[in-house]
C-alpha cells in the first residue's frame, strides 16, 4: 500500500536559518503530492503540491520537487520566520477515483528569534 | 463563504455515550471525508464519500457510522464511544482537480 514517511521532529532553527524538512514515499503509479501546514489549534492548509514527475511546487517562500527517481518529495525554505512554526505534514493522493490522501506523521518546526 | 466548517469544536463524552460530529461545505466539492488525528500518526482516513448517497470505509473505519445527508454534509456518528476513540477529528472535502482537499478546523473529542 501507499506509505509517506517524514523526518522526526522537533526541528529547532534560528530566524533566517535555510530549512529542509525530508519526506520520502512509497506508491504504485503516479501519485500526487502535497505538504500541508497545521498552525497550533487550526487545521490544516495546504502549503503547497505537485503533481507529476520534476513538477517543483512553491508558495510563500517554500519549495518542494517531485523526484521519482528518489521518490522524495523535500520540503525547503531559504530563510525561516517565526511565524512558520507549525507542524508541516507531507501527503499523497493516488490519483485513483477514491482520491484519499496518505499523510506522514508530521514535522514540528519551532522557530526562535 | 466559509470552506468547510464542523461543530462542535470541543466535546467531552463517556465511555458509551453517542454522538455525531457535523460537516458542511460551500465549495460544491463532490468528495467529502472524515480523518482522525493522533499524536504521532499523522491523519488516517476513517470513511469518505465519493459523492452525494455513496460512502465508503477508510483505514479505520470501526466504531464509526457516516452519512452523506447532501452535496453539503457529512456527518460521523460514534454509536457507543470508546476511550479509544478520544482524538481530533477532521472532515475534508475534494474538487475534481489534482486531488487536493480542503480541511475544516477539527473537532477535539475526548472519550473518559
Known amino acids: 500500500g501507499n506509505s509517506v514517511t517524514q523526518m522526526e521532529g522537533p526541528v529547532t532553527l534560528s530566524e533566517e536559518a535555510f530549512l529542509t524538512i525530508n519526506c520520502t514515499y512509497t506508491a504504485t503509479g503516479y501519485p500526487s503530492l502535497f505538504w500541508y501546514v497545521q498552525y497550533p489549534g487550526e487545521g490544516l492548509q495546504l502549503l503547497l503540491k505537485?503533481?507529476?514527475?520534476?513538477d517543483k511546487g512553491s508558495n510563500k517562500g517554500f519549495e518542494a520537487t517531485y523526484r521519482k527517481e528518489t521518490t522524495s518529495f523535500h520540503l525547503e525554505k531559504g530563510s525561516v520566520q517565526v511565524s512558520d512554526s507549525a507542524v508541516y505534514f507531507c501527503a499523497l493522493s493516488d490519483n485513483t477515483g477514491r482520491r484519499a490522501l496518505t499523510f506522514g506523521s508530521g514535522t514540528r518546526l519551532q522557530v526562535q528569534p | 463563504n466559509a470552506g468547510v466548517t464542523q461543530t462542535p469544536k470541543f466535546q467531552v463524552l463517556k465511555t458509551g455515550q453517542s454522538m455525531t460530529l457535523q460537516c458542511a461545505q460551500d465549495?460544491?466539492?463532490?468528495?467529502m471525508y472524515w480523518y482522525r488525528q493522533d499524536p504521532g500518526m499523522g491523519l488516517r482516513l476513517i470513511y469518505y464519500s465519493a459523492s452525494e448517497g455513496t460512502t465508503d470505509k477508510g483505514e479505520v473505519p470501526n466504531g464509526y457510522n457516516v452519512s452523506r445527508l447532501n452535496k453539503r454534509e457529512f456527518s460521523l456518528r460514534l454509536e457507543s464511544a470508546a476511550p479509544s476513540q478520544t482524538s481530533v477529528y477532521f472532515c475534508a472535502g475534494s474538487g475534481d482537480s489534482h486531488y487536493e482537499q480542503y480541511f475544516g478546523p477539527g473537532t477535539r473529542l475526548t472519550v473518559t
Open positions: 465549495m460544491n466539492h463532490n468528495s
Open positions: 505537485a503533481t507529476k514527475a520534476d
